[in-house]
């Protein structure tokens, strides 16, 4: 018999290896997998609740760290994670009482009430090296907290912070760390967290992601998945090809990327509301911006959905006010402002401004770019020739702080929202001018609100204080509100995802076959 | 002295020379960048006194050419600093990611070679051949497409359509078929530009060494043509590819953001590229000392190895 191999039998052999190579991978995904796949658009920084660099990292300590209590997924209440009792006695003063037994990883002992004490003192009270954290405001408000027991303790506010359940102990900055851990492990901690939550860290690589695995020790409810891969994708193309593909399960993709996904085999693509919220500002301590009428004018020569359709191919909800849905506090008669040229020139020559040279500030996002050349074309109409000035995040985040701040004139925001008011409404006090407030919006009155906000407990009177609030940014008229942004969920559909209104904070523990 | 060492010698003075003048630019432009580090890195979580402190634990605070001075004498203590964000050394962000830069520009460039050269020889060995004009379109081809675009097309291609190989990142640690699988199509796309570049080059090299008196005199002495083609012609024709090759792996080794992105492979182009756009100082000035001395280093061995393969560049580089 003739064994020697010809060419056609060696091209022929090669062809159907290679199919069935790609025959098994597609029936190795086809299978139940235990360990999912997810997308971060920013690489880690530090895992460490005080330190972390945003959102992204957020998402990976939160299933790392137990809280007290945990906020729910609907964000209508917390439900108690690491206590067992979490108690508001006054306005100003909450008793917990922690379950026993909970073990941190890698042998640092059990969870105690002077590992709350170290979690939450770390961020401005007590700081470690004098490291004061820049999430300090989150427990704005706290004097001390008291260790009473091994297990029981007390937090006590110097005065009340009606946002400190939803902002501070229910979220990122209320995770419980190892006070051992975090002392013995300095830097290290960042990349080598040590919790008791449901999943510890097993990597952390540069410019990759992080690979976390189901923690043993954990006393919770067990998570669906062993192992979770939090892979760090900056393109959103390649998520999507990864999606197609599926090696990731999980993404929130830009609308243009996860539109036309709708309908790909596997696929879930679902959309809903954002809890960010952009919008135009207005400088109002720039000339000819001072002039209130100037101001309304240009809020008049805009059309929001006219901008919003070229940014986000209309996907995006208009936002007529700060505070979006469910946040507390909506003001649902706020006035939607439609264009009106006729009346923006009227007010332009009231003020005695018929040709004005004026320049909007933009982040180089295609959303915002193309949101700019919209409305240069509008303002155009009216009399008023702005540049769009495009900049890279590095001199962006600059552009409306200290001294470089008095000289802008219009800008594009985008900033992310958690779901209590004052979070919102804290970057457009007086004390922020010069750093976040870019609108340079100096008003007592509103300071006075965001501050009876702060410490109003009751629900429905922080309501009215806070639509109050609004209603003097509106007299302002140096905000021109946009939209809450729109999330974009696309997920394998074997994989039921988890996280807050607003897909911006994911709890990965919950995260479920469907 | 020998004369490859005096060589050497001169060469590694040039190269302490270039990674100082490097390093001197990068300090001073650094210093010129607008945008404040501690908001770029931080956003709006950044509260005036962490942002003071970042700057101060950046070195931000004192003038350039202090900085840099300080920086050099922590570079030969072996301490490229620390990344505030994470407190992670610098030697250590780097080092984490090298070992994906160095594989995937050296497969690249070795591909680029194994495929260039053999179709610059043809072609000038068949100058005016149909085949010599399908390699000239397709060459120029080549070069024309952005890599990016190219990777595009593979993932598409062999990714999604065919579902032959995997899209995303360098694969699983110490799984080696994995790696190499989640190797190839960054490779070829990285490789596609040289390709054609390599190529044309070659083959202009080829002929212009081939109208020489040596290759009239070698044929005239009855020498076999293939012995005269590959061993006297391809031999002198390689050293402006080698010179471009050294060029090459210089620029891929920071330049290949783009393709590192749309694969979600880790790199030193990313790691700069992420550093710049964040200001962050410490991770830029460590990737950008690396980058320098790799490129420099590998310019010295393929000087070296031209000196070698023709002695007149020994004796000049020595005079």
């Given at each position: ?64 760290f137990q809280r007290l209590a945990a906020l729910k997924?609907?964000?209508?209440g917390l439900e108690l994670d690491a206590a067992s009792e979490l108690k508001q006695v006054?306005?100003?003063?909450i008793e917990f009482t922690l379950k026993p037994g909970q073990m941190f ?5 059990e969870m105690t009430a002077e590992d709350v004490k170290?979690s939450f ?24 907290v008291e260790v009473t027991g091994t297990h029981t303790g007390r937090i ?9 359940m939803?902002?501070?102990i229910g979220?990122?900055?209320g995770c419980i ?19 008791s939550g449901a ?18 020790g954990y006393k919770g409810p ?293 | ?319």
């Amino acid at each position: 018999m003739d064994r020697s191999l010809s060419r056609r039998a060696f091209v022929g052999a090669s062809a159907a290896a290679l199919s069935l190579a790609s025959g098994a991978r597609s029936s190795a995904f086809a299978q139940q997998k235990n360990s999912i796949s997810v997308r971060i658009e920013r690489d880690i920084t530090a895992l460490d609740p005080a330190f972390r660099g945003g959102p992204h990292d957020a998402n990976v300590i939160r299933c790392v760290f137990q809280r007290l209590a945990a906020l729910k997924l609907d964000g209508s209440g917390l439900e108690l994670d690491a206590a067992s009792e979490l108690k508001q006695v006054s306005p100003t003063l909450i008793e917990f009482t922690l379950k026993p037994g909970q073990m941190f990883t890698d042998g640092f002992g059990e969870m105690t009430a002077e590992d709350v004490k170290f979690s939450f003192e770390r961020f401005a009270v007590a700081p470690v090296d004098g490291k004061v954290s820049p999430y300090k405001a989150d427990w704005s408000g706290l004097a001390e907290v008291e260790v009473t027991g091994t297990h029981t303790g007390r937090i006590k506010l110097s005065q009340p912070n009606a946002g400190l359940m939803t902002i501070a102990i229910g979220d990122c900055s209320g995770c419980i760390v190892s006070k051992t851990a975090v002392t013995t492990r300095g830097a290290e901690h960042n990349t080598k967290p040590v919790g008791s939550g449901a999943y510890q860290v097993v990597s952390v690589e540069k410019q990759r992601g992080a690979v976390l695995r189901r923690n043993s020790g954990y006393k919770g409810p067990q998570p669906a998945f062993d192992e979770v891969k939090v892979n760090f994708i900056q393109d959103p193309k390649t998520a999507e090809l990864a999606l197609r593909s599926g090696e990731l399960d999980f993404a929130v993709l830009p609308p243009a990327i996860a539109e036309p996904m709708r309908g790909a085999s596997g696929l879930s693509v679902e959309s809903q509301p954002g809890l960010a919220f952009i919008w135009l500002g207005i400088n109002m301590q720039k000339a000819p911006f001072t002039d209130v009428r100037v101001r309304q004018a240009v809020r008049l020569a805009l059309d929001v959905d006219q901008m919003l359709l070229a940014g986000f191919n209309g996907k995006a909800p208009r936002l007529n006010t700060l505070i979006m849905a469910p946040i507390l506090g909506q003001w649902k008669d706020a006035p939607v402002y439609k264009r009106n040229v006729a009346e923006a020139k009227r007010l332009l020559a009231e003020a005695g401004q018929t040709a004005i040279k004026t320049r909007i500030t933009v982040l180089n996002q295609p959303a915002f770019q193309t949101m700019a050349l919209v409305a240069q074309a509008l303002l155009r109409e009216v009399g008023i020739t702005a540049d769009v000035d495009i900049r890279e995040g590095g001199t962006y985040w600059d552009a409306g702080k200290g001294e470089a701040g008095k000289t802008l004139d219009m800008f594009m925001m985008r900033f992310n929202g958690k779901l209590d008011p004052s979070f919102l409404m804290q970057w457009f006090t007086a004390s922020q001018i010069g750093i976040w407030n870019w609108q340079r919006f100096d008003s007592p009155e509103y300071d006075k609100l965001a501050q009876a906000a702060i410490s109003e407990a009751d629900p429905a009177k922080r309501a009215e204080i806070v639509v109050k609030a609004q209603q003097e940014m509106d007299k302002s008229a140096a905000f021109v509100w946009l939209t809450n942004d729109v999330a974009y969920v696309v997920r394998r559909s074997t994989v039921k995802p988890a996280f807050l209104p607003g897909a911006i904070d994911w709890q990965l523990e919950q995260f479920a076959r469907a | 002295m020998s004369e490859t060492a005096h060589y050497v010698a001169s060469r590694l003075a040039t190269t302490a020379l270039i990674v100082l003048g490097a390093m001197l630019l990068l300090f001073a432009l650094s210093a010129l960048v607008p945008g404040d580090p501690a908001t770029a890195l931080l956003g709006p979580s950044a509260t005036p006194e962490y942002a003071k402190r970042f700057i101060m634990e950046m070195g931000l605070d004192q003038p350039w050419y202090r900085r840099l001075f300080t920086f050099l004498g922590n570079v030969l203590l072996g301490n490229l600093g620390t990344d505030v964000l994470s407190g992670r050394p610098v030697t250590r962000v780097v080092a984490d990611v090298l070992p994906y830069t160095f594989i995937l520009t050296f497969t690249a460039i070795g591909l680029a070679v194994a495929i260039g050269v053999p179709l610059g020889c043809y072609a000038a060995t068949h100058r005016g051949s149909v085949l010599d004009h399908v390699f000239a379109f397709v060459s120029v081809a080549f070069i024309a497409i952005p890599a990016f675009v190219i990777a595009i097309f593979l993932l598409l291609i062999f990714a999604i359509w065919l579902n032959w190989l995997p899209v995303l990142g360098a694969g699983e640690e110490g799984n080696w078929l994995d790696q190499a699988k989640r190797l190839i199509l960054p490779t070829i796309a990285l490789s596609v530009g040289w390709i054609g570049f390599i190529a044309r080059l070659v083959r202009s090299s080829m002929l212009e060494t081939m109208g020489e008196n040596f290759i009239r005199l070698s044929r005239a002495y009855g020498l076999p043509g293939r012995l005269v083609t590959y061993k006297y012609a391809l031999k002198n024709a390689c050293i402006p590819t080698l010179a471009v090759l050294g060029m090459g792996v210089g620029r891929l080794l920071g330049g290949a953001v783009l393709i590192e992105i749309v694969f979600a492979r880790p790199g030193l182009g990313r790691l700069m590229f992420d550093a710049i756009s964040t200001r962050n100082f410490p991770v830029l000035q460590g990737a950008v000392l690396v980058v320098v001395l790799i490129f420099v280093l590998t310019n010295l061995l393929v000087d070296i190895s031209y000196a070698a393969i023709d002695p007149r560049i020994r004796r000049q580089g020595s005079r």
